[in-house]
Nanobody, 125 residues
Framework: VQLQASGGGLVQAGGSLRLSCAAS????????MGWFRQAPGKEREFVAA????????NYADSVKGRFTISRDNAKNTMYLQMNSLKPEDTAVYYC???????????????????WGQGTLVTVSS
């Protein structure tokens, strides 16, 4: 099982990026997925999560209204559209798969048992 996160990069404040997380090795269409991030010197924090069919989602307060999570089960891929980026969004972003099937979007990291390698997002002021 592998999760490959991509799409990170350097962007100016106010700009946009779209992250992708491609899953391989098994089908994840029955499982929720999520995005977390870790800034330098800080703990990993929840960003957004989506349930198995994409109908339900959860967002951290810090990204609500700016970030949108989505998924394409036919492509085994999850996305994070990030708009109006701020310098405080700078972090390594990780995608993950929920350990349980059919559940609601989970905000706790302990709910996830597969993690990608991370993609770096840097927002300059």
């Amino acid at each position: 099982v592998q999760l490959q996160a991509s799409g990170g990069g350097l962007v100016q404040a106010g700009g946009s990026l779209r992250l992708s997380c491609a899953a391989s090795g098994r089908a994840f269409s029955s499982y929720g997925m999520g995005w977390f991030r870790q800034a330098p010197g800080k703990e990993r924090e929840f960003v957004a999560a989506i349930n198995w069919n994409g109908v339900k989602s959860n967002y951290a307060d810090s990204v609500k209204g700016r970030f949108t999570i989505s998924r394409d089960n036919a492509k085994n891929t999850m996305y994070l559209q990030m708009n109006s980026l701020k310098p405080e969004d700078t972090a390594v972003y990780y995608c993950a798969v929920d350990r349980g099937a059919w559940g609601a979007p989970a905000i706790e990291a302990r709910r996830y048992n597969y993690w990608g390698q991370g993609t770096l997002v840097t927002v300059s002021s």
